[in-house]
């Protein structure tokens, strides 16, 4: 066991990990946050993303060790500071961009990367950024809604409503 | 996964010393590498990560066209050799996913020599001479088979080196499941003749399409081609196309990639 | 002015915020004090015979606490079916035992032969790999293929199954001479061999159970990714494992998606309590994916002949159909009704025929159980007709659309005993069908495909006019086809002394939004704000015994009996009031969350009416028992029949042979709609796994029962960028005429509707382009079968 420490939703954290504990059993079991889900093994579905150094990382794939004084965020940390739901939270509510809420963590990290580099995404490119996150429920008509109204885009006319 | 010792060297030098022990793996980006060990399918003892190295980190213009670090991430790549080589930029910008092009490099993918990898189609393609810690290998000679290449024991890709063509575009037809490429065809014009690399495709890995680089060395068009077959003899069979589909993916998509270099 | 709170309001859902902000809680996201990690010991061929399993060595490693193997479950009951079907013979199905753990042989890829409790995951990981080292398993040849499963004799998934085959039913047996005469008569008939592939239902949640036991009060505790607790409880506690259901309690948490695989009792699930019981720790367990690959119960996998016969114009005169259709290793739960009564009741579809016939042969192979998945049964049923159909208007040079409009039931024609046994209550089929027409201006389909001609691309239309029964189910009927479960539900509605709403409900939510929405219909009732109702679901310590939810049965059933208790409410509420008021209880009108004294402006409100409840001062003891809670239980007098018209336009690439879903038009009957934004919701998820069914996922396994699509690197999942945004309507509405809320039901319909549509608009495309040689494609109708079609 080896003591890792980084910067997890703005606050220092440490803990002790093996050389194969991943990043998202440190937050999960290591810090309690269980908000980033784990939902495959082979680095595919997406619902454990979080953001590295401001990049969107699948937890699940990389070592706690790899990322020893790294600034992590995660879906606990997206909140804004009053505790109200940020602008892309608030869209997935309002454009009910989610349902069972288990890939949610990991669709609204790479949502939120995604309007970090590209603020006014066309519908193709939301789709293609979020080619890594799968999710059973919405068939992702409200995901790429709700990403799409986020970023200040009038979607009333993406489908008959 | 087993266990295992974690070491995160920052230079070269460091990394060759340990990665010449016992047990010892090296570990890049890790997107391949990591689900393979929860598969307990690698098991190694001492993990050795390269991607704290300073020195293989980053794109550059050099001597022989375009320099990339080895430990430099698909995502850097997509946005830094944009200027400089836009079909690689693009090729790396349609690696996997964004969270898989944050982490993955350029030396990790080619080490691993996926036979369904984009990264070595370039490689091969563009003529690049592949850089180690002890050598210079060029691509014809590096790429050996199935995750198979020339690199010996102890051996890591520091960077490498791509002479830029004047014209190339990469097309890639996704498998639908993995998003890996069932069939990648890359295709560079230098002044000197056309290259053509397909990955996906053939039951030996990456390979040149060498009556296609002669046709359309004489000919830079999409109707250069239209005469040629592909032997589906030499391509692989899969729950995702059979050989006689991935060889007409061949010929399809590399007509698109000469339409797509423009 | 679309309403903004109570029934038919897009209310937001509440349930999000917790999602939003990683405050849901999973089952396997609860820490437990002194817990300790299962893992199973799972087959890694697909039949063999368990040998000796030497446990030593791994009993020996570090952290190891305890080893199950099938021996220890060898005197405990099997995980039973559902469902007793009958063969055409009347002789009933064949009903192997289902065990805890495999015990004498194993008979899938993944079956669990032994567990491995440890104090972590690690440690108990290393000694399952040790022990399955130590464990001898004589492999025997793999039964994979149902034609041979059914050929050959010799070989047995289960020794005392000679031909391997669970039952051989016919749907009405009765009426098979008349179909078969009628379909010698016809003046035409069409043919069609249909392969409905097998898919891993792959909730984006993997399984996941806890187990707890007290030894001081012998009460056990079973936490679980469950869509129906108490269907969950009565299995493991009185059918597996013995325990009273009094003992028990069972908690389905958040559940991450279901889609079918989650109404099952697993053997893991025992394996848990029995191993808290032993060790007096908790026990828990959570399903890597690959687990969940090789053991979630699959869904579809039949192969079907469908013939039709008709006359030359296109009206339909008979149907009948052989399936095979594949079970598995075992019968899941559910398993022996999803081909049977899930599926040959809708083989007449939206359509009046007057013969139709359907054969199914449910068959045992060396595979993961297959069993009910979004839909189940009924988008095999809809599938084989809206593709038979479509060959018919192919073969005799018919509109599709007038096909449909000639053949679809009129709504004078409700209610309508189809001749496989349902009462359609209500519906207008050609309302859906119109609505259709007009959302995907099939008028401008022509220039639409001139344009993608011109980007060197084929477009092609697809239609499917679809109904399904939902809302399951009518007990009385349900049990004389074979249920061994009552289907009811129920929910009891506390008002608490301040006015404010606690509901429990045994439907249980798993991405369906049942918080916001019950909220909603009780909130208009009571006339109250929703946010002084809450939903309570999940916990069989705090719900009144219900069913839980599959079959698009939440609101039909459960609401239904959520309704009627909010009416026990009012109605007794009505009586405190009279007492308040010094009025006639009959005097009293209940309206806009007021009790009132009828001609007078004499009223009381709700919450004035709740606070006398418990705080009985001024209050008829002596008539009127204190408190305000009710509850109800209701059983459905019928099916509830939604029904649709779906329109898909695909784009083909020739070169490559891929398949562009560009434009997807629904347009539905649910009935009443309470909450609009979350049935839009339901109908894009089911209208995205009919499209994975139909371009992109398949289920293989190799001559020897190894699974290959064992993973997301080969399983091919719908992503963003694989759907186009969905244009969906539900304006035609014609009330369920048997449930108070006049609902239908959602869950199921674009599962069901779409397939066949995408599948139409495929070969529509490619006859469109002159390949008029391909009749048809199984699906899914990937790339590179589209290719080998085309240049076939």
């Given at each position: 066991?080896?003591?890792?420490?980084?910067?997890?939703?703005?606050?220092?954290?440490?803990?002790?990990?093996?050389?194969?504990?991943?990043?998202?059993?440190?937050?999960?079991?290591?810090?309690?946050?269980?908000?980033?889900?784990?939902?495959?093994d082979?680095?595919?579905?997406?619902?454990?993303?979080?953001?590295?150094?401001?990049?969107?990382?699948?937890?699940?794939?990389?070592?706690?060790?790899?990322?020893?004084?790294?600034?992590?965020?995660?879906?606990?940390?997206?909140?804004?500071?009053?505790?109200?739901?940020?602008?892309?939270?608030?869209?997935?509510?309002?454009?009910?961009?989610?349902?069972?809420?288990?890939?949610?963590?990991?669709?609204?990290?790479?949502?939120?990367?995604?309007?970090?580099?590209?603020?006014?995404?066309?519908?193709?490119?939301?789709?293609?950024?979020?080619?890594?996150?799968?999710?059973?429920?919405?068939?992702?008509?409200?995901?790429?809604?709700?990403?799409?109204?986020?970023?200040?885009?009038?979607?009333?006319?993406?489908?008959?409503? | 996964?087993?266990?295992?010792?974690?070491?995160?060297?920052?230079?070269?030098?460091?990394?060759?010393?340990?990665?010449?022990?016992?047990?010892?793996?090296?570990?890049?980006?890790?997107?391949?590498?990591?689900?393979?060990?929860k598969q307990r399918?690698?098991?190694?003892?001492?993990?050795?990560?390269?991607?704290?190295?300073?020195?293989?980190?980053?794109?550059?213009?050099?001597?022989?066209?375009?320099?990339?670090?080895?430990?430099?991430?698909?995502?850097?790549?997509?946005?830094?050799?944009?200027?400089?080589?836009?079909?690689?930029?693009?090729?790396?910008?349609?690696?996997?996913?964004?969270?898989?092009?944050?982490?993955?490099?350029?030396?990790?993918?080619?080490?691993?020599?996926?036979?369904?990898?984009?990264?070595?189609?370039?490689?091969?393609?563009?003529?690049?001479?592949?850089?180690?810690?002890?050598?210079?290998?060029?691509?014809?000679?590096?790429?050996?088979?199935?995750?198979?290449?020339?690199?010996?024991?102890?051996?890591?890709?520091?960077?490498?080196?791509?002479?830029?063509?004047?014209?190339?575009?990469?097309?890639?037809?996704?498998?639908?499941?993995?998003?890996?490429?069932?069939?990648?065809?890359?295709?560079?014009?230098?002044?000197?003749?056309?290259?053509?690399?397909?990955?996906?495709?053939?039951?030996?890995?990456?390979?040149?399409?060498?009556?296609?680089?002669?046709?359309?060395?004489?000919?830079?068009?999409?109707?250069?081609?239209?005469?040629?077959?592909?032997?589906?003899?030499?391509?692989?069979?899969?729950?995702?196309?059979?050989?006689?589909?991935?060889?007409?993916?061949?010929?399809?998509?590399?007509?698109?990639?000469?339409?797509?270099?423009? | 002015?679309?309403?903004?709170?109570?029934?038919?309001?897009?209310?937001?859902?509440?349930?999000?915020?917790?999602?939003?902000?990683?405050?849901?809680?999973?089952t396997d996201?609860?820490?437990?004090?002194?817990q300790a990690a299962a893992v199973f010991v799972r087959s890694n061929v697909a039949?063999g015979?368990i040998?000796?399993i030497?446990t030593?060595?791994a009993s020996?490693m570090?952290g190891v606490l305890a080893i199950f193997t099938g021996e220890d479950f060898?005197?405990?009951?099997?995980n039973?079916?559902?469902?007793?079907?009958?063969?055409?013979?009347?002789?009933?199905?064949?009903?192997?035992?289902r065990p805890v753990l495999a015990h004498?042989k194993v008979r899938h890829v993944g079956d669990a032969y032994a567990a491995v409790i440890a104090?972590t995951v690690a440690q108990a990981k290393d000694a399952a790999e040790q022990l399955a080292e130590d464990s001898?398993i004589?492999?025997?040849?793999?039964?994979?293929?149902?034609?041979?499963?059914?050929?050959?004799?010799?070989?047995?998934?289960?020794?005392?199954?000679?031909?391997?085959?669970?039952?051989?039913?016919?749907?009405?047996?009765?009426?098979?001479?008349?179909?078969?005469?009628?379909?010698?008569?016809?003046?035409?008939?069409?043919?069609?061999?249909?392969?409905?592939?097998?898919?891993?239902?792959?909730?984006?949640?993997p399984r996941a159970s806890i187990g707890?036991?007290?030894?001081?009060?012998?009460?056990?505790?079973l936490?679980t990714t469950?869509?129906?607790?108490?269907?969950?409880?009565?299995?493991v506690?009185?059918?597996v494992?013995?325990?009273?259901?009094?003992?028990?309690?069972?908690?389905?948490?958040?559940?991450?998606?279901?889609?079918?695989?989650?109404?099952y009792h697993y053997g893991e699930e025992a394996l848990v309590l029995a191993a808290a019981?032993k060790l007096?720790?908790?026990v828990r367990w959570t399903a890597e994916r690959s687990e969940s690959f090789l053991t979630d119960a699959?869904?579809?996998?039949?192969?079907?002949?469908?013939?039709?016969?008709?006359?030359?114009?296109?009206?339909?005169?008979?149907?009948?159909?052989?399936?095979?259709?594949?079970?598995?290793a075992y019968?899941?739960?559910?398993?022996?009704?999803?081909?049977?009564?899930?599926?040959?009741?809708?083989?007449?579809?939206?359509?009046?025929?007057?013969?139709?016939?359907?054969?199914?042969?449910?068959?045992?192979?060396?595979?993961a159980p297959?069993?009910?998945?979004?839909?189940?049964?009924?988008?095999?049923?809809?599938?084989?007709?809206?593709?038979?159909?479509?060959?018919?208007?192919?073969?005799?040079?018919?509109?599709?659309?007038?096909?449909?409009?000639?053949?679809?039931?009129?709504?004078?024609?409700?209610?309508?005993?189809?001749?496989?046994?349902?009462?359609?209550?209500?519906?207008?089929?050609?309302?859906?069908?119109?609505?259709?027409?007009?959302?995907?201006?099939?008028?401008?389909?022509?220039?639409?495909?001139?344009?993608?001609?011109?980007?060197?691309?084929?477009?092609?239309?697809?239609?499917?006019?679809?109904?399904?029964?939902?809302?399951?189910?009518?007990?009385?009927?349900?049990?004389?086809?074979?249920?061994?479960?009552?289907?009811?539900?129920?929910?009891?509605?506390?008002?608490?002394?301040?006015?404010?709403?606690?509901?429990?409900?045994?439907?249980?939510?798993?991405?369906?939004?049942?918080?916001?929405?019950?909220?909603?219909?009780?909130?208009?009732?009571?006339?109250?704000?929703?946010?002084?109702?809450?939903?309570?679901?999940?916990?069989?310590?705090?719900?009144?015994?219900?069913?839980?939810?599959?079959?698009?049965?939440?609101?039909?059933?459960?609401?239904?009996?959520?309704?009627?208790?909010?009416?026990?409410?009012?109605?007794?509420?009505?009586?405190?009031?009279?007492?308040?008021?010094?009025?006639?209880?009959?005097?009293?009108?209940?309206?806009?969350?007021?009790?009132?004294?009828?001609?007078?402006?004499?009223?009381?409100?709700?919450?004035?009416?709740?606070?006398?409840?418990?705080?009985?001062?001024?209050?008829?003891?002596?008539?009127?028992?204190?408190?305000?809670?009710?509850?109800?239980?209701?059983?459905?007098?019928?099916?509830?029949?939604?029904?649709?018209?779906?329109?898909?336009?695909?784009?083909?690439?020739?070169?490559?042979?891929?398949?562009?879903?560009?434009?997807?038009?629904?347009?539905?009957?649910?009935?009443?709609?309470?909450?609009?934004?979350?049935?839009?919701?339901?109908?894009?998820?089911?209208?995205?796994?009919?499209?994975?069914?139909?371009?992109?996922?398949?289920?293989?396994?190799?001559?020897?029962?190894?699974l290959?699509?064992g993973?997301?690197?080969?399983?091919?999942?719908?992503?963003?960028?694989?759907?186009?945004?969905?244009?969906?309507?539900?304006?035609?509405?014609?009330?369920?005429?048997?449930?108070?809320?006049?609902?239908?039901?959602?869950?199921?319909?674009?599962?069901?509707?779409?397939?066949?549509?995408?599948?139409?608009?495929?070969?529509?495309?490619?006859?469109?382009?002159?390949?008029?040689?391909?009749?048809?494609?199984?699906?899914?109708?990937?790339?590179?079968?589209?290719?080998?079609?085309?240049?076939?």
């Amino acid at each position: 066991m080896t003591k890792v420490s980084m910067t997890v939703n703005g606050k220092a954290v440490s803990g002790e990990v093996e050389g194969r504990t991943l990043l998202s059993s440190f937050l999960r079991e290591g810090l309690g946050m269980t908000g980033t889900h784990v939902g495959c093994d082979t680095s595919q579905c997406g619902a454990c993303v979080v953001h590295v150094d401001g990049k969107p990382v699948k937890s699940c794939t990389v070592f706690a060790s790899d990322v020893a004084g790294a600034t992590v965020k995660t879906i606990e940390g997206m909140a804004n500071a009053d505790g109200s739901l940020s602008v892309l939270q608030q869209s997935f509510q309002d454009h009910h961009g989610l349902q069972c809420g288990f890939c949610t963590p990991g669709m609204v990290m790479s949502a939120a990367a995604l309007l970090a580099e590209n603020p006014r995404p066309t519908e193709h490119e939301v789709r293609h950024y979020l080619e890594g996150n799968i999710c059973r429920c919405t068939g992702y008509h409200n995901i790429v809604k709700s990403v799409m109204a986020a970023s200040g885009q009038d979607v009333s006319a993406l489908a008959a409503e | 996964m087993h266990n295992f010792d974690f070491a995160k060297p920052s230079t070269i030098a460091d990394a060759a010393n340990a990665l010449a022990g016992e047990g010892a793996q090296a570990l890049s980006g890790g997107q391949t590498l990591i689900p393979t060990m929860k598969q307990r399918l690698a098991a190694p003892g001492v993990l050795v990560s390269l991607t704290g190295i300073a020195e293989m980190q980053g794109v550059c213009t050099g001597d022989g066209g375009l320099h990339i670090g080895a430990a430099t991430s698909h995502a850097v790549v997509a946005k830094d050799a944009h200027p400089h080589y836009r079909a690689l930029a693009e090729l790396a910008g349609g690696i996997g996913d964004p969270a898989v092009r944050s982490r993955g490099t350029i030396g990790g993918s080619i080490a691993n020599n996926d036979p369904a990898a984009c990264y070595p189609s370039a490689v091969l393609a563009s003529g690049a001479t592949v850089v180690t810690n002890k050598r210079r290998i060029g691509s014809d000679d590096y790429f050996q088979g199935l995750f198979t290449t020339a690199l010996e024991e102890g051996e890591f890709i520091t960077s490498v080196v791509f002479p830029i063509p004047q014209k190339a575009a990469y097309v890639k037809f996704n498998q639908p499941a993995s998003r890996f490429a069932l069939t990648g065809v890359f295709v560079a014009k230098f002044a000197n003749g056309v290259r053509v690399a397909v990955t996906g495709a053939g039951n030996d890995g990456v390979f040149r399409w060498k009556e296609a680089e002669a046709a359309l060395s004489a000919n830079f068009s999409a109707s250069a081609i239209s005469g040629l077959t592909v032997d589906p003899a030499g391509m692989n069979t899969d729950l995702h196309g059979s050989a006689a589909y991935r060889a007409n993916l061949v010929k399809v998509l590399t007509g698109r990639a000469v339409t797509a270099a423009g | 002015m679309p309403k903004d709170h109570g029934i038919g309001a897009s209310s937001k859902r509440r349930e999000d915020i917790r999602f939003l902000t990683g405050r849901g809680v999973y089952t396997d996201d609860m820490a437990l004090h002194a817990q300790a990690a299962a893992v199973f010991v799972r087959s890694n061929v697909a039949h063999g015979r368990i040998g000796k399993i030497d446990t030593t060595k791994a009993s020996a490693m570090p952290g190891v606490l305890a080893i199950f193997t099938g021996e220890d479950f060898k005197d405990v009951g099997g995980n039973p079916a559902g469902w007793l079907i009958n063969s055409r013979d009347g002789t009933p199905m064949r009903e192997p035992k289902r065990p805890v753990l495999a015990h004498g042989k194993v008979r899938h890829v993944g079956d669990a032969y032994a567990a491995v409790i440890a104090e972590t995951v690690a440690q108990a990981k290393d000694a399952a790999e040790q022990l399955a080292e130590d464990s001898v398993i004589e492999e025997l040849p793999a039964i994979v293929d149902m034609k041979a499963a059914v050929a050959d004799a010799s070989n047995r998934v289960h020794d005392e199954i000679p031909d391997n085959v669970c039952f051989d039913w016919g749907w009405i047996e009765d009426n098979r001479a008349a179909v078969d005469a009628a379909m010698k008569a016809a003046p035409h008939v069409v043919t069609l061999n249909l392969v409905n592939n097998r898919l891993i239902p792959n909730a984006m949640e993997p399984r996941a159970s806890i187990g707890e036991y007290n030894p001081g009060t012998g009460d056990y505790k079973l936490t679980t990714t469950s869509q129906n607790p108490h269907l969950t409880r009565l299995l493991v506690a009185a059918f597996v494992l013995g325990i009273p259901e009094n003992k028990l309690t069972v908690v389905a948490p958040d559940v991450g998606g279901g889609f079918g695989s989650k109404i099952y009792h697993y053997g893991e699930e025992a394996l848990v309590l029995a191993a808290a019981k032993k060790l007096g720790r908790p026990v828990r367990w959570t399903a890597e994916r690959s687990e969940s690959f090789l053991t979630d119960a699959h869904g579809r996998d039949h192969v079907t002949k469908i013939e039709l016969g008709c006359t030359k114009d296109g009206e339909i005169l008979a149907i009948r159909t052989e399936t095979l259709a594949n079970v598995g290793a075992y019968l899941s739960n559910f398993s022996t009704a999803t081909p049977t009564f899930l599926h040959g009741t809708l083989m007449s579809g939206p359509y009046k025929v007057p013969h139709v016939y359907v054969n199914v042969k449910t068959v045992f192979t060396n595979t993961a159980p297959v069993d009910a998945y979004r839909g189940a049964g009924r988008p095999e049923a809809t599938y084989s007709l809206e593709r038979v159909i479509d060959q018919m208007c192919r073969e005799l040079g018919l509109d599709p659309f007038e096909v449909r409009r000639k053949n679809l039931l009129t709504p004078d024609q409700f209610p309508y005993q189809s001749p496989v046994g349902l009462l359609y209550d209500t519906g207008n089929y050609q309302a859906t069908l119109d609505k259709a027409v007009q959302m995907a201006d099939v008028a401008g389909f022509e220039k639409r495909a001139a344009e993608s001609k011109a980007r060197g691309k084929l477009r092609g239309m697809g239609l499917s006019t679809w109904i399904e029964a939902c809302g399951i189910a009518p007990s009385n009927l349900v049990g004389i086809l074979g249920s061994r479960v009552g289907l009811f539900d129920a929910a009891t509605v506390r008002v608490n002394a301040t006015g404010n709403i606690s509901v429990m409900v045994g439907a249980h939510s798993h991405g369906q939004g049942h918080e916001t929405v019950f909220a909603q219909i009780v909130a208009e009732k009571l006339g109250i704000p929703e946010s002084s109702v809450d939903i309570v679901h999940g916990d069989t310590s705090k719900i009144p015994f219900g069913m839980g939810s599959y079959g698009s049965r939440s609101l039909a059933v459960c609401g239904t009996a959520m309704t009627k208790a909010v009416d026990k409410i009012i109605a007794k509420g009505k009586k405190i009031a009279a007492h308040m008021l010094e009025a006639a209880e009959g005097d009293i009108t209940f309206e806009d969350g007021k009790f009132s004294v009828s001609g007078t402006d004499k009223a009381k409100t709700f919450g004035e009416i709740a606070f006398s409840a418990y705080v009985p001062h001024n209050y008829p003891l002596e008539t009127l028992e204190p408190g305000l809670e009710e509850t109800a239980f209701y059983d459905p007098a019928n099916f509830t029949y939604p029904a649709g018209a779906y329109i898909c336009e695909v784009e083909v690439d020739e070169g490559t042979g891929k398949v562009e879903v560009v434009a997807f038009h629904c347009a539905d009957d649910f009935g009443n709609v309470m909450n609009p934004m979350i049935v839009e919701g339901q109908v894009h998820g089911g209208v995205g796994q009919g499209i994975g069914q139909a371009l992109l996922e398949f289920t293989t396994y190799d001559e020897n029962g190894q699974l290959l699509t064992g993973s997301y690197m080969d399983y091919p999942m719908p992503r963003a960028e694989d759907v186009p945004f969905y244009n969906v309507d539900y304006s035609c509405q014609t009330p369920c005429t048997h449930n108070p809320l006049g609902v239908k039901g959602c869950g199921e319909a674009g599962a069901i509707g779409s397939p066949p549509a995408v599948v139409n608009a495929v070969i529509d495309a490619l006859h469109r382009g002159g390949h008029t040689h391909v009749k048809h494609i199984d699906m899914p109708v990937s790339p590179s079968r589209v290719w080998s079609a085309i240049n076939g």
